[in-house]
């Protein structure tokens, strides 16, 4: 189950790029709400790093990545607040960072599986680690943005992730190389959520008017 | 301190009828904001075992109870998508779920009582470990919904709770039967709820017009 | 690095004066919203001891504050209910109590930097946990109270804890005297806080107004 080095490389590098993409979605979601500068910055950090250390608070699994690796917070926060000053010409760059968005959560459910791969949990909880680790920071920007998680409401995004996570596990247990697997897993869930977002494909809602309690 | 296996054993029969009604309930108000599929799964699971999940990574009590035992996701998860298929008679069921959900309150309550007595904690921490079981999941659920909290705003529910663990830890310190101060504990806190509902009883309201910062 | 013992007990006694305070103001949010009794007591508690909490969780730092204490519990809670009592003399306080949150902001920040420093982490990290302790309070506070956290909106807030939190290493780093590098640290940034009240400082908002995802 070991990835090679270059897998694991390749993997680290998709990393960074993917939190300083989700950093710079998050800064114009502030910007939306009228945030003030250290809100942006602060809200790019919770959002692009939350997710991970919302897996690692619930599996325990400690130092979280920003106190190993403390140059993530001013990554973050740096792309956070250089989005500021590009605001401008983001739209343009629109369809790049959707792509960014879903390289991300492909690659951070991978990380968030092999995380729980690691402490040797159970494969329901292996998929709920990499779902976690993808979606959670989403999660925790829409709520500091006071509206209802997107996760919850919109395209396919959770289920590209729980995809990926067996996809994943599901090559792992049949003992293929490992780094085949990860690539046909991220591919896989990628092209998913690429044709998702093309053809406005998404999960059925379920519309209640009944009362509740 | 010891429960007897039959105790021990209803009690957990106990939880898992409870954490079903807990994600059923939360599926309806998924339903209520149009959540997709994903999102009714999600938040049945979130608001079902939210409650242990915060005692433990505050109480540093690992693995969290889905993290031993996954198949509680499942079954939340399950229930919740269940829910809504069963939707239309869900308001024929009103009063079972609102009956369902005061056991729950008791049952989360004691069990995270329980907790932090295993953990050897100071009584007051007693306490706020069994309402945090009792109560925390409702509050996800209802920041989740983006909505306040109705455990701040509405009828007796916290109370309940405090009332119950305050009962349970009372009868335990003098040293009484454990399984009776649980039956007394549960049966008394059950029906302060069901007296509240039914009577509509609440806590007073502070209502404050002035200026805060 | 050892603080003195007047200098550590001068610091404790801040921070519970800092926690009553907190809990208070929080009362009065809760009040905003027409929270009920025991809506307003958790939510004092939460606010008054939540950002100590976080950074506990987050940096894996147990027991949390009020386990280890729980009187915290009891105190920020019976603040938070005896505010209910004199809310009609609170805006007379208003002065004071804008005082005490600054006081409560730099306690904080310093005493979230201390234990970060005693877990040997990074700097970047350090400078966090001090923001995190001083700041994430109020968060949840608004959270709870289904608004945008202020923290991201207002007045220099997180930037005072950053300067204090920054000011504090900055000087230890420098091995100068404890209690001195700890006055001139709490010193500057209550000014700082104390100046952006009094003269309406902010920082620069970013306002975006293209779409996002």
Redesign the interface.
């Known amino acids: 189950m070991n990835a090679t080095f270059e897998a694991t490389s390749l993997l680290h590098t998709l990393f960074v790029i993917a939190i300083i993409a989700e950093a710079m979605?998050a800064?114009?979601?502030?910007?939306?709400?009228?945030?003030?500068?250290?809100?942006?910055c602060?809200?790019g950090c919770v959002t692009a790093l939350g997710g991970g250390?919302m897996r690692d608070?619930?599996?325990?699994h400690?130092?979280?990545t920003?106190?190993a690796h403390?140059?993530y917070?001013?990554l973050t926060g740096g792309a956070a607040l250089f989005t500021?000053a590009i605001?401008r010409y983001?739209?343009k760059l629109?369809n790049i960072f959707?792509f960014l968005?879903a390289v991300g959560l492909v690659v951070f459910t991978v990380i968030g599986c092999n995380v729980a791969i690691s402490l040797e949990?159970?494969?329901?909880?292996v998929v709920?680690s990499g779902m976690i680790t993808g979606c959670a920071g989403g999660?925790l920007r829409d709520?500091?943005?006071?509206?209802?998680?997107?996760?919850?409401?919109?395209e396919l995004?959770?289920?590209v992730s729980i995809f990926t996570g067996l996809l994943y596990i599901g090559g792992l247990s049949l003992d293929w190389n490992h780094d085949g697997v990860m690539a046909i897993a991220m591919c896989s869930g990628l092209a998913l959520r690429l044709l998702a977002l093309r053809y406005g494909w998404?999960?059925?809602?379920?519309?209640?008017?009944?009362?509740?309690?």
């Open positions: 979605t800064a114009l979601a502030a910007g939306k709400r009228e945030m003030d500068w250290i809100g942006v602060l809200l250390s608070v619930l599996l325990d400690h130092p979280l920003w106190v403390p140059s917070l001013l500021i605001a983001m739209h629109r959707l968005d949990l159970p494969v329901v909880v709920a999660v709520l500091l943005c006071n509206s209802i998680p997107l996760l919850f409401r919109a995004y959770a289920t998404s999960m059925p809602k379920f519309i209640y008017g009944g009362s509740i309690h």
